[in-house]
């Protein structure tokens, strides 16, 4: 299958030298041929099995400007599998307005696409949330950092009972160098304040990338974050919420291009979950008797 045209020519891109432009345009259109002559892409589907109803499933990304990650991302996106498991999944990058070939790789690999009007990861959350028609929905993030292979067990639980799960870096494996010394602490600070203003829903992880959602909890979380505090939102909507959540430990590995992450980021993740605490009242819900791993 040959690669299909490219929406803009690379030449017209904004970005690095041209030396940074060569390293950082082959690799993953090298990857995109890889996966597209072994027809590892979101379409076209393998038949259902013959009588079976699928659960219906979306994968979320959103990403402004992964061009270096995302290919790997959708790539490796366990599809099969979870169709083995009785689920039908729709892969939806919602996209920042990129101005790399992100969206370009994104739909090369068979994703359908949402652009964002507002600027903002919680944006983009937001805004594609009235869109959602699925069952469930798993969130994670496009720069190749956190395991895809766990989002069977992700949706296995959201079918399970459980309503929010989130993974947790901090508990599970990490990459050396994976994640940078100061945001390290950063995290490990914000945990401890979300625990202390949330005691009903512990964390290890406040700031991880890869969430899963029932569609019906997900579009009931009064969420008003518009960037990095996106997590913080998500964190204390389940907890003022009353949902039934879950945390997973994940791998966690280097990431592909620049972190966006910086120590303003942190303090807006800081003033969200108290300002949810202060000015939000908690709602009791009767929740299924799970097992003893929800939090």
């Known amino acids: 299958m040959a690669l299909p045209e490219l929406r803009t020519p690379f030449s017209d891109y904004p970005g690095p030298s041209d030396s940074e432009q060569t390293e950082v345009s082959t690799e993953p259109i090298v990857e ?12 076209p589907r393998a038949p259902e099995p013959e009588g079976q109803v699928l659960k219906s499933v979306t994968i979320l990304i959103p990403a402004l400007n992964e061009e270096d990650g995302i290919v790997r991302v959708i790539g490796n996106l366990p599809l099969e599998e979870l169709r ?3 689920f039908d999944p729709t892969v939806l ?11 370009d790789y ?19 959350l937001r805004e594609v949330i009235p869109t959602l028609t699925t069952e469930y929905a798993v969130m994670i993030d ?7 292979d766990a989002i069977p067990d992700f949706v296995d639980a959201l079918d399970e009972g459980r309503d929010v799960i989130s993974g947790s870096r901090l508990a ?21 304040l979300a625990n202390t203003l949330y005691p009903l829903l512990k964390t290890t992880d406040m700031c991880t990338g890869l969430w899963g959602f029932r569609v019906s909890a ?6 008003t974050a518009n960037g990095f505090d996106l997590e913080a939102d998500l964190f204390s909507e389940t907890a003022l919420q009353g949902f039934r959540y879950a945390e997973v430990p994940i ?30 009242r908690s709602v009791s819900r009767e929740t299924p008797d799970l097992d003893a791993t929800d939090a």
């Open 251 to 280: 791998r966690y590995g280097r990431r592909s291009g620049t972190s966006k992450l910086s120590w303003r980021n942190g303090a807006g993740i800081a003033w969200t979950l108290m300002k949810k605490r202060a000015t939000r």
């Open 93 to 103: 990058l919602v996209d920042g307005n990129s101005t790399d070939r992100t969206r």
């Open 32 to 43: 995109l041929e890889s996966f597209i002559s072994e027809g590892s892409t979101p379409r």
């Open 84 to 86: 083995r498991r009785g």
């Open 106 to 124: 994104a739909e090369a690999l068979g994703a359908d696409v949402f652009v964002q009007k507002e600027r903002g990861k919680g944006a983009a």
């Open 172 to 192: 599970g494996e990490m990459e050396a160098q994976a994640m940078p010394g100061l945001h390290k602490i950063g995290n490990r600070l914000l945990t401890g």
């Open 142 to 148: 496009g720069d190749g950092t956190y395991p895809v």
């Open 218 to 223: 997900l579009k009931t979380l009064r969420l």
